[in-house]
């Protein structure tokens, strides 16, 4: 008899990733649909849509019951906001309403999508599952994913349920275009005149999914699992994107010392404006601050083997290139075309393989 799990964001990047690979493991699946149109996409995936949404409790017990796990990957990830109730609204109210509705239902596993900014490591140190907070926190959305977790973590055992949490990395991959992809895309076309430098680490989309079921199917109750397939430089990222498109682009490299005054400016400039600054002093901290992540756990515990990074940039890229997102004939640069090899800077935290992964454990 196949298992039957409730996924809550499933027409998401990150749970649209989890739903698909649900089906492909065999499992039943009910994914909550705050639309019709969402309820139309999840169908077509192969789900059963579920209407409701994370202010609705009964809704999300109608949608739970008879489910073996619960997947909660539903959140609001923004930056920039003049009022940061939506972020705890959603993220750790909404959190609380899944977690209680999954109680109520009887649903054994509950596999919570943190998030590795959960972790608040602190400057120059690698982020680890047994990290110690910094004690602070660089943005409001950081703030609602640790208050999320700690509430997973804390309240979950109390109701009876085996919670595992998963804190990805950035995810990067197919399908996505928006957030921190922006800027690849942008990178992508020539169009990025000005960065500056920092580590950030990365996880390819289908790895975040398999870490997601893997984690229901074999994690530590009461655990989280980093999901980090390796750290890099913001400017080595940008050498292999060139690598990888094929075609030459040129960004400047702002001094650190000058980002955040400028950052501010543009801020207050849009908020006399009303409107959400494009870039704000919270987003350029995080970025000066750089993430760097271990994510071996996961390897070591859940059998995860992270994908290589130029191997998520070439699926990326293509993947721009089918929707028209370059527009120019990059179409040609494709994965055969570029010399470099490996993560190519990157800082791995796991063995390098390109072998696909879609078998069950």
């Not at 980093?226 to 940008?238: D, K, P, T, Y």
């Not at 498109?245 to 490299?253: D, L, V, Y």
């Not at 006399?272 to 870039?279: L, Q």
């Not at 993430?291 to 293509?318: I, K, M, N, Q, W």
Request: net charge positive.
């Amino acid at each position: 008899m196949p298992r039957t799990a409730l996924v809550t964001g499933g027409t998401g990047f990150v749970g649209g990733g989890v739903v698909r690979a649900l089906i492909e493991q065999g499992w039943d699946v009910v994914a909550l649909a705050r639309t019709d149109a969402s309820a139309g996409t999840l169908a077509r995936a192969g789900a059963r849509p579920a209407l409701g949404d994370l202010a609705r409790p009964d809704a999300i017990l109608r949608a739970a019951a008879g489910c073996d796990a619960v997947f909660h990957a539903a959140g609001l990830n923004a930056s920039c906001l003049p009022d940061p109730s939506p972020l705890v609204r959603v993220n750790v109210e909404g959190t609380r309403n899944v977690l209680e509705a999954a109680a109520r239902a009887g649903v054994r596993r509950f596999v919570h999508t943190s998030s590795a900014a959960a972790i608040g490591e602190p400057a120059g140190t690698v982020g680890r599952e047994d990290t110690v907070h910094r004690g602070w926190f660089l943005t409001a959305y950081e703030r609602s994913k640790f208050e999320a977790e700690r509430l997973v973590l804390d309240r979950g055992p109390e109701l009876g349920l085996e919670v595992v949490c998963v804190d990805p990395a950035s995810v990067q991959g197919p399908g996505r275009a928006e957030g921190t992809a922006r800027l690849l895309l942008a990178a992508a076309r020539g169009r990025l005149p000005l960065a500056f430098d920092a580590w950030l680490s990365f996880v390819d989309v289908d790895d975040c999914a398999l870490g997601h079921l893997r984690a229901a199917e074999r994690g530590r109750p009461g655990e989280r699992y980093v999901l980090s397939g390796g750290s890099i430089r913001v400017r080595r990222a940008l050498d292999v994107l060139r690598g990888v498109t094929g075609r030459p682009s040129r960004t400047w490299f702002v001094p650190a010392r000058a980002v955040l005054p400028a950052a501010a400016v543009v801020e207050a400039a849009a908020h006399t404006v009303g409107r959400t600054p494009p870039i704000c002093r919270e987003v350029v901290r995080a970025g000066l601050h750089g993430h760097r992540y271990d994510g071996s756990r996961a390897t070591r515990e859940l059998g995860l083997v992270y994908t290589p990074f130029e191997l998520t940039l070439r699926r990326t890229v293509d993947w721009f290139v089918s929707r028209g997102l370059l527009g120019d004939g990059t179409a040609g640069h494709r994965a055969e075309g570029s010399a470099y090899h490996g993560n190519l800077g990157a800082e791995p935290t796991r063995p390098d393989t390109r072998t696909r992964r879609w078998r069950s454990p």
